[in-house]
């Protein structure tokens, strides 16, 4: 399966191994219960065992990240990236029109400026506070020069953040790229795009906005 011919709006999977498979296999389930109709590309190293897929495009795991790598390769105009780990509960559609102003827009991740990762990777280090990590499981993009550019630069700092630390973890890069790309119209997306159970004890309230807190 495959296609030449690029469309407007669509959804990129990618996918390694049977434990994404299974996740893949919900997670589909659940977009095409609430948006039929959205196209659906999947990149992976086999062809999965059931058709939900418009298109499917083999690639290789020779890679220990490829989403900078492949995203471009998207069939679509406006892609919206989903981890395979990941339940679509609600309407996302409209999302798409976001890139009508923006290039590219994800959401806030629950790590903020971690100390750990500051001391292993300097160009993480100087990065402001209260410019968190991102999330990189829900990532909206739109086909552009910009764009182009911020993964080309996002695949060098990645190299550079497993070079320093042996990690494959994506945020700490994607942090510093989107920071580093200042042409790149980036748009941050509520929570509810990528709403996490798990907790992260590094945050810490800055500034509390309520009313009435003089009588408490």
């Given at each position: 399966?495959?296609?030449?011919?690029?469309?407007?709006?669509?959804?990129v999977y990618?996918?390694?191994?049977?434990?994404?498979?299974?996740?893949?296999e919900?997670?589909?389930?659940?977009?095409?219960?609430t948006?039929?109709n959205?196209?659906?590309?999947?990149f992976?190293?086999?062809?999965?065992?059931?058709?939900?897929?418009?298109?499917?495009?083999?690639?290789?795991?020779?890679?220990?990240?490829?989403k900078q790598?492949?995203?471009?390769?998207?069939?679509?105009?406006?892609?919206l990236?989903?981890?395979?780990?990941?339940?679509?509960?609600?309407?996302?559609?409209?999302?798409f029109?976001?890139?009508?102003?923006?290039?590219?827009?994800?959401?806030?991740?629950?790590?903020?400026?971690?100390?750990?990762?500051?001391?292993?990777?300097?160009d993480?280090?100087?990065?402001?506070?209260?410019?968190?990590?991102?999330?990189?499981?829900?990532i909206?993009f739109?086909?552009?020069?910009?764009?182009?550019r911020?993964?080309?630069?996002w695949?060098?700092?990645?190299?550079?953040?497993?070079?320093?630390?042996?990690?494959?973890?994506d945020q700490?890069?994607?942090?510093?790229?989107?920071?580093?790309?200042?042409?790149?119209?980036?748009?941050?997306?509520?929570?509810?795009?990528?709403?996490?159970t798990?907790?992260?004890?590094?945050?810490?309230?800055?500034i509390?906005?309520?009313?009435?807190?003089?009588?408490?």
């Open positions: 399966m495959g296609g030449g011919r690029k469309m407007r709006n669509g959804i990618i996918a390694f191994g049977n434990k994404c498979m299974r996740e893949l919900y997670s589909v389930k659940t977009l095409r219960k948006h039929p959205l196209k659906i590309t999947l992976s190293d086999k062809i999965p065992d059931n058709d939900q897929f418009d298109f499917v495009k083999l690639i290789s795991a020779d890679s220990v990240r490829v790598k492949f995203l471009l390769d998207s069939p679509y105009d406006n892609t990236y989903l981890d395979t780990d990941t339940a679509i509960l609600g309407p996302i559609e409209e999302t029109r976001i890139m009508e102003r923006f290039d590219m827009a994800a959401t806030h991740d629950l790590i903020r400026k971690d100390a750990k990762k500051s001391a292993k990777y300097p993480y280090a100087k990065i402001p506070d209260g410019f968190p990590e991102f999330g990189g499981g829900v909206l739109r086909k552009s020069t910009e764009v182009e911020f993964f080309d630069v695949q060098r700092n990645f190299k550079k953040w497993y070079e320093l630390t042996g990690e494959v973890r700490p890069s994607f942090r510093v790229s989107v920071w580093q790309c200042q042409d790149l119209k980036f748009f941050v997306l509520p929570p509810e795009f990528n709403h996490r798990k907790k992260h004890n590094n945050i810490i309230t800055r509390k906005h309520e009313h009435n807190m003089w009588r408490k």
